[in-house]
């Protein structure tokens, strides 16, 4: 590292490392507990644990209704994976030199923009299919939805520095 | 130049992993305590089971009657399933009474759980009792007294009382069965079973492969379809009788719907 800094230095290009922005920390904060959210739910849905925990709402219900798996895929893999994703991005886009860059930030907005979408079915699905709640899906889609809004900023700041 | 300010950008993130770090030991700490098994548990819920169609041809469920009985009535059904329930009182006996012990029909239970608290696990306790060739008793207890256990903290404790109350049947070791993942894999499979056949909610029977939709609401009507489904197994015999007026404040043995996959 200390020897990029130095030809970066030689080549005169230190604006190409930008402070590490505070809302990819918190996107990538909020990426690990949708990890462990996420992990906890698939652990479930895989017969690793015989039981949630679930302080309100009836998280079993929902996480063995019909809706739980898209193409056979347990809906909560497919959010570990896309949490596991943006954590990773996130940790890489906080260090100062990718912290323009644009591929990173289109890459946590595209991933949280359908997670938003995604997640906001799964929620009419509870709220209007199976009358039912999951308080891990809820606090999933409000994980996912800070997520995209963190990720508008890194977005845009990644358009100026192109320009 | 100036050199750029290495040190301070390292440090700038240095917060930022310890919160990161934080919420990495809280998050596996939760995970592990969640994790911790407990001993005796009496398993509550299916495994990821995927079966070829020749593997879900020879899915077992429970059945009696004669085995070489023209007519053969599959029901797909929840224990804790108000639906269900109302089903075996006012309707399967019926069936029983006048198709399974005339010789006309034999009849087999698959488990199809919904998701209520103690779907599977009354499933699985289903399976346990069947071992000591006790199923049917227990599948009359359970339904009939639904109300009793279906919100018990403890629902297997409950079914072991049940099962001392069958004569001949050893409660002790029903319950030792119902306290453990016996069976958790049979159930999954006709869970699966039921959904490769398009099963959405209980009771859904089968008679000769053909679905019933809806659901018959009384057994004269269920008859009638049967009727038509094997004409040749009711030649000679009269037709099933109108069903009785109903009592005031009973539902005239009508089931009046299915329960939905929650």
């Known amino acids: 590292m200390s020897a990029v800094l130095d030809e970066a230095e030689v080549d005169g290009v230190e604006e190409a490392y930008a402070p590490p922005p505070t809302s990819r920390m918190a996107i990538a904060v909020l990426a690990l507990i949708g990890v462990f959210d996420a992990a906890y739910l698939s652990m479930y849905k895989l017969g690793i644990i015989n039981g949630l925990t679930c302080t309100v709402g009836s998280c079993e219900q929902v996480q063995n209704s019909p809706q739980s798996a898209l193409f056979g895929i347990p809906v909560s893999v497919l959010g570990l994976g896309a949490y596991v994703a943006l954590l990773a991005l996130a940790l890489v886009g906080v260090q100062p030199r990718f912290a323009a860059d644009r591929r990173i930030a289109q890459a946590i907005t595209a991933i949280s923009g359908i997670g938003v979408l995604f997640s906001a079915y799964l929620t009419y699905v509870e709220a209007r299919v199976i009358y039912m709640w999951c308080q891990y899906c809820v606090i999933s889609a409000i994980l996912i939805t800070l997520i995209f809004l963190l990720s508008l900023p890194g977005l845009k700041r990644a358009r100026a520095a192109d320009s | 130049m100036?050199?750029?300010?290495?040190?301070?950008?390292?440090?700038?993130?240095?917060?930022?992993?310890?919160?990161?770090?934080?919420?990495?030991?809280?998050?596996?700490?939760?995970?592990?305590?969640?994790?911790?098994?407990?001993?005796?548990?009496?398993?509550?819920?299916?495994?990821?089971?995927?079966?070829?169609?020749?593997?879900?041809?020879?899915?077992?469920?429970?059945?009696?009657?004669?085995?070489?009985?023209?007519?053969?009535?599959?029901?797909?059904?929840?224990?804790?399933?108000?639906?269900?329930?109302?089903?075996?009182?006012?309707?399967?006996?019926?069936?029983?009474?006048?198709?399974?012990?005339?010789?006309?029909?034999?009849?087999?239970?698959?488990?199809?759980?919904?998701?209520?608290?103690?779907?599977?696990?009354?499933?699985?306790?289903?399976?346990?009792?069947?071992?000591?060739?006790?199923?049917?008793?227990?599948?009359?207890?359970?339904?009939?007294?639904?109300?009793?256990?279906?919100?018990?903290?403890?629902?297997?404790?409950?079914?072991?009382?049940?099962?001392?109350?069958?004569?001949?049947?050893?409660?002790?070791?029903?319950?030792?069965?119902?306290?453990?993942?016996?069976?958790?894999?049979?159930?999954?499979?006709?869970?699966?079973?039921?959904?490769?056949?398009?099963?959405?909610?209980?009771?859904?029977?089968?008679?000769?492969?053909?679905?019933?939709?809806?659901?018959?609401?009384?057994?004269?009507?269920?008859?009638?379809?049967?009727?038509?489904?094997?004409?040749?197994?009711?030649?000679?015999?009269?037709?099933?009788?109108?069903?009785?007026?109903?009592?005031?404040?009973d539902t005239g043995g009508k089931v009046t719907g299915q329960s939905a996959t929650p």
């Open chain 2, 2 to 249: 100036p050199r750029p300010a290495q040190a301070p950008r390292r440090s700038s993130l240095t917060p930022f992993y310890i919160i990161l770090g934080l919420v990495l030991v809280a998050g596996l700490g939760l995970l592990a305590t969640r994790l911790k098994p407990k001993a005796g548990e009496a398993v509550n819920r299916g495994v990821p089971v995927t079966l070829t169609p020749e593997q879900l041809q020879r899915v077992q469920g429970i059945s009696i009657g004669r085995a070489d009985a023209p007519i053969t009535i599959y029901e797909f059904a929840d224990f804790q399933c108000p639906h269900c329930g109302q089903f075996a009182a006012f309707i399967e006996p019926l069936i029983r009474q006048n198709l399974v012990e005339t010789g006309k029909a034999r009849y087999v239970f698959y488990d199809f759980p919904l998701g209520f608290k103690w779907s599977f696990l009354a499933a699985r306790a289903g399976r346990c009792a069947n071992e000591q060739g006790k199923f049917w008793d227990f599948h009359g207890i359970v339904f009939a007294r639904q109300q009793q256990w279906a919100f018990d903290p403890d629902a297997a404790a409950q079914f072991a009382e049940y099962a001392k109350t069958i004569p001949g049947m050893d409660a002790g070791k029903f319950e030792q069965c119902v306290r453990s993942d016996k069976y958790q894999r049979e159930v999954s499979e006709s869970q699966q079973l039921g959904q490769s056949l398009g099963v959405g909610g209980t009771p859904t029977l089968f008679v000769n492969g053909r679905k019933l939709d809806p659901l018959p609401e009384t057994y004269s009507a269920f008859e009638t379809q049967v009727r038509t489904i094997a004409p040749a197994a009711f030649a000679g015999a009269p037709a099933a009788p109108a069903a009785a007026p109903p009592a005031p404040g």
